[in-house]
T-cell receptor, first 112, second 114 residues
Framework: KAGVTQTPRYLIKTRGQQVTLSCSPISGHRSVSWYQQTPGQGLQFLFEYFSETQRNKGNFPGRFSGRQFSNSRSEMNVSTLELGDSALYLC???????????FGQGTRLTVV | DQQVKQNSPSLSVQEGRISILNCDYTNSMFDYFLWYKKYPAEGPTFLISISSIKDKNEDGRFTVFLNKSAKHLSLHIVPSQPGDSAVYFCAASEGGGSNYKLTFGKGTLLTVNP
């Protein structure tokens, strides 16, 4: 089975711009969650989607949003980028009723 | 408030010896615990997990121990190999339902010296 695929791997954006990141989960996984990793805060939960519905959201501002499509693929959007949004953004998928999440390689976002 | 803590930022061991990585948690609602291994510029790789109804789970060279009363878990790697050198994250969840999310510790950098 193919793993979780995230695109693009690297991205450089300017402050004030917006960005969209993409995630394709493992086939058959309906749950997709997103995490932000920074040196200071570590890995922090952004949100989880299941069957196109956001089920849980972390403590991030409304500039961070996401969606999930009927094929379980997910996108994450960050609007009005700030320097502090520079981070590794990780997507994870998991089977139903299982706690183990499987991560993609991440998208490294740099805001300049 | 950090609900999952890994108090040792780094650990260095000799090849062939045991590596013990520790993790403490404060949230009594956590009922599932996981360990992930991460190399730079890659996503975390799932290693091993344990449910709160167990106190030990073993998978090859990796064993996780859970002490619920102390809110403490540890990952033992025996024998350690140079390829085990990576950052290890402890994570916890409150269940796989609609409130699912993983809460991570800040990681421990393990270096296994040949």
């Amino acid at each position: 089975k193919a793993g979780v695929t995230q695109t693009p791997r690297y991205l450089i954006k300017t402050r004030g711009q917006q960005v969209t990141l993409s995630c394709s989960p493992i086939s058959g996984h309906r749950s997709v969650s997103w995490y932000q990793q920074t040196p200071g805060q570590g890995l922090q939960f952004l949100f989880e989607y299941f069957s196109e519905t956001q089920r849980n959201k972390g403590n991030f501002p409304g500039r961070f949003s996401g969606r999930q499509f009927s094929n379980s693929r997910s996108e994450m959007n960050v609007s009005t980028l700030e320097l502090g949004d520079s981070a590794l953004y990780l997507c994870a998928s998991r089977p139903d009723r299982v706690d183990e999440a499987f991560f993609g390689q991440g998208t490294r976002l740099t805001v300049v | 408030d950090q609900q999952v803590k890994q108090n040792s930022p780094s650990l260095s061991v000799q090849e062939g010896r045991i590596s013990i990585l520790n993790c403490d948690y404060t949230n009594s609602m956590f009922d599932y615990f996981l360990w992930y291994k991460k190399y730079p510029a890659e996503g975390p790789t799932f290693l091993i997990s344990i449910s709160s109804i167990k106190d030990k789970n073993e998978d090859g060279r990796f064993t996780v121990f859970l002490n619920k009363s102390a809110k403490h878990l540890s990952l033992h790697i025996v024998p350690s190999q140079p390829g085990d050198s990576a950052v290890y994250f402890c994570a916890a969840s409150e269940g796989g339902g609609s409130n699912y999310k993983l809460t991570f510790g800040k990681g421990t950098l393990l270096t296994v010296n040949p």
